[in-house]
């Protein structure tokens, strides 16, 4: 399956070790994966944490909360890029759909996505280079997270998983919902440019994400708790051109 999955793979070898439950490696040019398998079901908090915020249909996510088994991939290859070993992990994710796997979880993203978006029948001939540079950061790579704070109106949303990139998560205060799709874009081409270009982007900094919109960058504040984390997070508030010019 790994050596169908696109024509630069077809050295591609898997070794499995018949005496545990489930453990295995894949591998390609610079690439290890390390596959380990329990008969148990996944840890239900990490779950949660994956799937509810997750954007696809609520019956794929009731399959994924009721799996029995899980497998676990770790990339152990010598490609230094982030970016690199998130597609062969998303590789070997297509390949063990094929074997009846239901949902992949990127637990540093807060995300998920059905196993089947990774097989190589969807993605066609260039399935290397959709996972690259066609599909979106924030499908799963990096976390795109829509959540409701008590007593506070509209909905935060916000990216998780970026500092696996070296890169900032952004979060934005948007009026509602149907906002998601916008920030989701924004996002998403903010951490494509700052991925591919290497530039920085700090607090206080202002960049044009539309024909007359800018995006200003601050620091959260001392009481928006719910943006802590590990990683360094930037607030995005959106103006018009005129608003940023005036300050």
Not at 58 to 69: H, M, P
Not at 165 to 170: C, E, S
Request: proline letters at 4%.
């Amino acid at each position: 399956m790994l050596r169908n999955y696109h024509s630069s793979m077809k050295q591609a070898m898997c070794e499995l070790v018949p005496e545990l439950d489930f453990f295995g490696l894949a591998g390609w040019g610079k690439h290890v994966i390390s596959m380990v398998g329990f008969k148990t079901p996944y840890p239900q908090e990490s779950i949660e944490q994956c799937v509810a915020p997750a954007h696809y249909p609520q019956e794929v996510k009731e399959q994924v909360r009721a799996t029995s088994a899980n497998i676990i991939l770790y990339y152990k290859g010598y490609d230094t890029s982030p970016l690199e070993q998130y597609v062969a992990l998303a590789v070997v994710a297509g390949a063990l759909s094929n074997m009846g796997a239901v949902a992949v979880l990127n637990e540093s993203a807060h995300t998920s996505l059905p196993a089947g978006v990774f097989k190589s029948q969807e993605l066609g001939k260039h399935s290397l280079e959709m996972l690259r540079e066609g599909f979106p950061l924030t499908s799963l790579f990096c976390g795109f997270v829509k959540y409701e704070v008590e007593d506070i109106e509209g909905v935060w949303m916000r990216t998780y998983g970026a500092d696996c990139f070296g890169l900032p998560d952004f979060a934005a205060h948007a009026q509602g919902h149907h906002e998601g799709q916008k920030y989701s874009d924004i996002f998403n081409n903010v951490l494509r440019y700052l991925l591919e270009s290497g530039a920085e982007m700090a607090a206080g900094h202002t960049m044009q994400v539309g024909k007359t919109t800018f995006m200003k960058l601050r620091d959260p504040l001392d009481d928006e708790y719910y943006l802590q984390g590990s990683g360094t997070i930037l607030v995005v508030e959106l103006v018009e051109e005129d608003e940023c010019n005036a300050h």
